[in-house]
């Protein structure tokens, strides 16, 4: 018999309770858990990458290729029969690739526990790891089209230094964001299955009332000309992902009609309130996190 | 010595709903959807030290299993705590983190990775895993494509090389071929030796008195007995001859009817275990309900496995009951039993000459058991006499 080989593990907490109560959450001992168990999250990771494209012959090409027939089609389209803006295929992928990024990990981070049933019932790690994982698939796919998109942009296009530096702050909130409602989700999906077709409505609703395929600018002129504009104005803005699809569009699109397009707020206005998306997002994070570690303890059980 | 384990009244409740409510209508409609309530565990209480061998055994559904995975943290406790010191891994079933889609290989990346291991890790022991495992040409096979013996295979393979200070074993020692079982078992072995902390599920007996320290049983959810492995398992088998009794296995047409069997050293009832080599007595007492000419009465020894070992009846050796009318005594005496560590059970029946016409069997009705010599692995016992002669 082989002796053992590599160093101890440091996988599980040197001194478990457990106890009737849910367990309250202690950030950085959670956070520390999930350090150690972050090759599970890259192994799960992976496993849905390779499950996915299991069988096709070109296997991630097909995520490359999205963008491509999109930038294709929509320029087409565009130019036939005209469009929201001017160089509508960069303006669209710009705040369609964040959305997808947001409405596939809410999606596919719904049913992340009730598909995983076998093995929440049988191992035991750190629930938290799979809802996450479905962001980091989906956070693989946006990092694969991205590029496409940016090699497509440099050649065509260009970037402008004075704006993209709001792209990472759009990215944060963004991710912030999308994992904090990804935890609610997937733990509440566990006792009410109805939740699944209900985000498939939501998703719907918000995709629209978020400004992707159509600009921002036209839904500022178009409500501030009403009586109470201002205040239907400000109640558009209530939606965060308004504010971060602004963002990645600022950071992404200036054709010379950008100002005709793209939310009307100077860059200083839209990293404010970026920033505090950023900061609330944090804290519903914490808050979705508290409940997904208190319910994590019975889904073994309710599965 | 320090716990590695503790368990403090320990209690787990189900709710058994009729239809699960999964949904929010049905969640608001709850007043209608009745809830039973079963425990599945009541005021367990125990320590594992560490470096101990602790085998928890009971009957199917006494809560061997949920008690595993609370102490694993799968389930959550109703009430009570279960504290637990040092690095764990819980084989609570094998192959549980294996995805049909990858190939043996990735899966078993992905489950050492379940049970602890990094990437660098799992590289160091990569190959070990394989060859416990004797999978090495179909690593790059898709797990889906192995057969349940070899998904077994590699389960365990990844899950005794790993390097856990506590380890949780729910019954799957039980699978595999035998010489499979035996390089696991030779595996716990090692564990045992090395000083690490296990927790042992099973059903098997024997084994749970040959490698645990300590052993605890359950019954219904409750702590039936704690103590030696020898004491604890003895006690589970008085049980299971208590339930068999209410069940016995009884036929036949009752001409005749065996009033009760006993197992006799000399004249004594037969108290405790017998040694290699002892002589036993098995007597049956009949009585005839209706008057029957010459009938037969016979015997069976079946080991704990329920292999038949032995048998014997009155006409083999010899002997008539002649015409049977009230009642007589019937006894067996056993020479120097040649069997070794085991319990055997007894079934006796009464049959006429010609074997068409069964009376009365006992099926495993009575049992004795027979100690193992300290310290050997005899398949067997030969009275054995050695000379000494010059030549």
Request: hydrophobic fraction near 45%; charge should be neutral; aromatic fraction near 10%.
């Amino acid at each position: 018999m082989q002796p053992f080989r590599g160093a101890p593990i440091a996988a599980v907490a040197r001194t478990a309770e457990r106890t009737s109560e849910p367990p309250h959450l202690r950030l950085r001992q959670r956070i520390r858990e999930l350090w150690d168990y972050r090759e599970v999250l890259l192994n799960l990771v992976r496993k849905e990458l390779k499950v996915k494209y299991t069988g096709s012959v070109l296997g991630a090409v097909w995520s490359l290729l999205n963008p491509v027939v999109f930038l294709a089609v929509f320029t087409f389209v565009a130019k036939v029969l005209g469009a929201a803006a001017k160089d509508y295929a960069e303006f669209l992928l710009a705040g369609l690739l964040a959305w997808n990024l947001f409405s596939v990990s809410l999606t596919s981070g719904a049913i992340s526990v009730i598909s995983n049933a076998n093995l929440v019932k049988k191992v035991s790690f750190p629930r938290e790891i799979l809802p996450l994982a479905t962001v980091g698939v989906a956070l693989v796919d946006f990092g694969l089209q991205s590029l496409v998109f940016f090699a497509f942009l440099a050649i065509a296009y260009g970037f402008s230094l004075s704006v993209i530096w709001l792209y990472p702050i759009a990215f944060v909130a963004l991710l912030l964001f999308t994992v904090a409602v990804t935890l609610w989700v997937s733990s509440m999906n566990v006792r009410y299955r109805d939740l699944t077709h209900l985000i498939g409505l939501a998703l719907l609703v918000w995709f629209w009332l978020t400004p992707i395929v159509y600009g921002i600018a036209r839904v500022h002129s178009t409500l501030i000309a009403k009586p109470h504009g201002a205040l239907l104005w400000r109640v558009y803005l209530l939606n965060p992902m308004a504010w971060i699809i602004g963002g990645f569009q600022t950071a992404l699109y200036h054709s010379d009609d950008a100002h005709d397009v793209l939310i009307p707020l100077s860059t200083g206005q839209l990293a404010a309130g970026l920033g505090v998306i950023v900061l609330a997002s944090g804290l519903l994070l914490y808050g979705t996190w508290r409940v997904f570690f208190g319910l994590s303890g019975d889904f073994a059980e309710e599965l | 010595m320090t716990a590695a384990i503790e368990v403090q009244d320990l209690s787990k409740r189900f709710r058994i709903y009729r239809e699960k409510p999964t949904s929010l209508k049905q969640r608001l409609l709850a007043g209608r959807t009745r809830a039973e309530d079963f425990w599945a565990l009541r005021d367990v209480s125990f320590e594992v030290a560490e470096g101990e061998f602790l085998a928890l055994i009971g009957h199917n559904g006494s809560g061997k299993s949920t008690l595993l995975k609370v102490i694993a943290g799968i389930l959550r406790p109703t009430q009570g705590l279960v504290r637990q010191r040092g690095r764990m891994a819980g084989l609570l079933e094998l192959g549980a983190g294996f995805h049909p889609e990858l190939t043996g290989r990735e899966n078993v990346y992905l489950n050492a990775s379940f049970l602890g291991l990094s990437r660098r890790e799992t590289d160091g022991v990569y190959d070990d895993i394989v060859a416990f495992a004797e999978l090495g040409d179909f690593m790059e096979t898709a797990v889906k494509f192995y057969s349940s013996g070899m998904l077994v295979r590699l389960g365990f393979a990844c899950a005794v090389h790993v390097d856990p200070e506590v380890i949780l074993i729910d019954e799957v020692l039980a699978v595999g071929d035998e010489a499979f079982q035996g390089r696991c078992l030779d595996r716990v072995r090692t564990f045992q030796k090395e000083g690490r902390t296990i927790v042992l599920v099973t059903h098997a007996l024997d084994m749970a008195r040959q490698l645990s320290d300590r052993a605890v049983m359950l019954d219904h959810g409750l702590v039936h007995a704690i103590g030696s492995p020898d004491e604890v398992v003895r006690e589970m088998r008085l049980t299971i001859l208590r339930h068999d009794l209410e069940f016995a296995r009884e036929g036949g047409t009752r001409e005749v009817e065996i009033l009760g069997g006993s197992l006799l050293r000399g004249l004594d009832p037969l108290a405790g275990a017998l040694a290699p080599g002892d002589c036993v007595t098995l007597q049956v007492d009949l009585k005839a309900n209706e008057p029957v000419d010459d009938p037969v009465v016979s015997f069976a020894l079946h080991d704990a496995a329920n292999n038949y070992v032995f048998g014997s009846d009155t006409a083999q050796q010899g002997v008539g009951l002649g015409w049977l009318d009230g009642k007589r005594r019937v006894r067996f005496q056993l020479g120097p039993v040649p069997f070794t560590g085991g319990q055997y059970w007894v079934t006796v029946g009464v049959h006429s000459r010609d074997n068409q016409r069964v009376y009365h069997v006992q099926d495993q009705r009575y049992s004795f058991e027979v100690r193992q010599i300290e310290g050997r692995k005899d398949q067997a016992y030969v009275p054995v006499t050695a000379e000494v002669e010059d030549l």
